[in-house]
C-alpha cells in the first residue's frame, strides 16, 4: 500500500489490521528484547567479582540498590584471568532507561567491582 502499487485504493480511506498471526513467537520475542535493548530497558555486562562466599551477594544487592532487576547472572571462572580468588559475572539485567543504566554502572564502579565488557 505504502509503494503506490494499489491504485484503485487511492484517494480512499483504508484500515490496514497489523497482527501477529503470520509471526513465529520466537521471532517476536527477539524483535521486543532488541527494541529493550535499544531503549536501555535491557542490559548486559560483566563485572569481575570475588570468588569467596560472598562476592555473587555483594554483586546482587548493588544491582537492587540501583533500582535494577537481574534477568541473568553466570559465574565464569575458567576464562576470568590468572587470580584464582576472582570469577566474571555475566548479568543481563532489567533497567528503566539509558539513564538508569548509566547510574547502575557508576554505582557498580563506586562499590568496588571492575566492569570488564560494557
Do not use: W
Not at 484503485?8 to 529493550?36: D, F, Q, T
Amino acid at each position: 500500500m505504502l509503494a503506490g502499487k494499489l491504485p484503485h485504493l487511492k484517494n480512499r480511506r483504508v484500515v490496514l489490521a497489523v497482527c501477529g498471526g503470520n509471526i513465529y513467537p520466537s521471532v517476536l520475542s527477539r524483535v521486543i528484547e532488541k527494541g529493550l535493548v535499544a531503549d536501555g530497558r535491557l542490559c548486559r555486562f560483566t563485572v569481575t567479582i570475588s570468588d569467596r562466599p560472598g562476592g555473587l551477594a555483594a554483586l546482587s544487592q548493588t544491582i537492587a540498590k540501583a533500582g535494577a532487576s537481574i534477568k541473568d547472572i553466570a559465574h565464569d571462572r575458567a576464562f576470568s584471568g590468572p587470580d584464582v580468588s576472582a570469577v566474571h559475572a555475566s548479568c543481563t539485567v532489567e533497567t528503566r532507561d539509558h539513564a538508569h543504566v548509566s547510574a547502575l554502572k557508576r554505582a557498580l564502579t563506586k562499590s568496588g567491582f571492575r566492569l570488564v565488557r560494557r
